[in-house]
């Protein structure tokens, strides 16, 4: 398939339940973020997560915007109906050690399209992007009881990382 733009893909689902269930074989287009896919972005981490963090994700499309740093941003739709996003950035080496990682910031699909393979397709060109960046490894955090996104990752590839983390507030 031609592509004037490296970073749209258009393909169905990937899944194994795709020939049994149509629902999973929709065709989904993943296309680079813009400043207008904020209030989407917004609505959908709303309905996933109970709160408000508008000025969070303003300043991430902000970021992504300015072009400060590398950041890949990307939106999922279906139908031309805004169904997901991932945030990610590029970092060159943290705590000495002199090597490129992403860094998955976030991730959302719309309670709607979930096992759609919305999650799988970001992901997937996310992954591609990164490995055109030539980028090492792609790491994110999470909340350890939030069981259904670690299963998600470790079915796609991801695994925990034997690190400690440790933070301190500042009163």
């Known amino acids: 398939m031609t592509r004037a733009n490296p970073l749209v893909e258009r393909a169905g689902a990937r899944s194994e339940d795709a020939e049994t269930d149509p629902l999973l074989s929709d065709p989904v287009t993943v296309r680079s973020m813009v400043e207008a896919d904020l209030p989407m972005i917004v609505a959908t981490d709303r309905r996933i997560t109970g709160r408000d963090r508008t000025a969070y994700y303003r300043r991430k499309v902000a970021e992504m915007m300015s072009g400060s740093g590398v ?16 945030m990610a950035r590029v ?6 050690r ?18 759609r393979g919305i999650g799988r397709a970001l992901l997937a ?10 980028v090492d490894r792609v790491v994110t955090r999470l909340a350890w009881d939030d069981i259904g996104l670690r299963a998600f990752l470790i079915d796609l590839g991801f695994a925990p990382r034997p690190r400690l983390s440790f933070t301190r507030r500042l009163d």
């Open 125 to 134: 060109q996310l992954m591609r992007n990164l490995s055109s960046l030539r």
């Open 71 to 86: 950041r890949l941003s990307l939106v999922a739709e279906i139908d031309g109906q805004f169904a997901g996003f991932v």
């Open 91 to 96: 970092d060159y080496g943290d705590f000495g």
């Open 98 to 115: 002199i090597e490129t990682t992403a860094v998955l910031d976030t991730i959302g699909v719309v309670p709607l399209f979930n096992r």
